[in-house]
């Protein structure tokens, strides 16, 4: 078993979350229809092409997520090598990058999809309702936000691949 900080992988988790919640609420406030391409696939075929200013202000977000995670991910790298030293070994890298980001996952599945999309259903979310779909059919239920969540392991194993390699590589 990796060595492993708990508290650390706990707040890093809730930094990383609470960053990418405020960019991910902040963008669906501005515009929902940026997160078009997230939508169930039958309301993506009944919501027309983002308009030029959109696929603009899909880009800014998706640089602000990107920016987000890179630094944090930074950051989260600094503070294990400062607890392990340089010889950090890759699973304990891994594992602690695994836990960050699985944080990211399963606050997005519970606060973002579960909690702000169809327990609050903010009155800018309900504007997005695909005519001729209910609103869950335009932002999907919660079996639809759930398997975006396993989906979600891929990233989660992904990234924390990356994260645990450049340290490795970088020590």
């Known amino acids: 078993m990796p060595d492993l900080s ?8 809730l930094v990383l979350s609470s ?3 405020l960019v991910i609420v ?5 515009n929902p ?6 939508a169930p696939p039958r309301a993506r075929a009944l919501v027309p ?7 603009r202000a899909r880009i800014v977000v998706a640089v602000l997520v990107f920016l987000t995670i890179a630094l944090v991910t930074i950051w989260s790298a600094t503070g294990l090598v400062a607890r ?4 950090v070994p890759y699973m304990t890298a891994f ?3 695994a836990g960050v980001f699985m944080m990211f996952n399963l606050i997005d599945l519970v606060v973002i999809d579960w909690f702000v999309l169809l327990v609050l259903r903010p009155r800018y979310l309900k504007q997005f ?5 209910s609103y869950e059919e335009s932002v999907g239920n919660y079996g639809y936000h759930f398997i975006g969540f396993l989906k979600g392991f891929g990233f989660v194993a992904a990234m924390s691949a990356i994260a645990a390699t450049a340290v490795f590589v970088l020590r």
């Open 6 to 13: 708990w508290s650390a992988i706990l707040i890093e988790g």
């Open 84 to 87: 392990h030293g340089p010889a």
């Open 33 to 38: 229809r940026i997160w078009r391409q997230d």
């Open 95 to 97: 594992s602690h990058f």
């Open 49 to 55: 092409p983002l308009a030029p200013a959109e696929r």
């Open 129 to 133: 309702t695909v005519p001729g779909l």
């Open 19 to 21: 960053a990418l919640t």
């Open 26 to 30: 902040g963008s669906l406030a501005y």
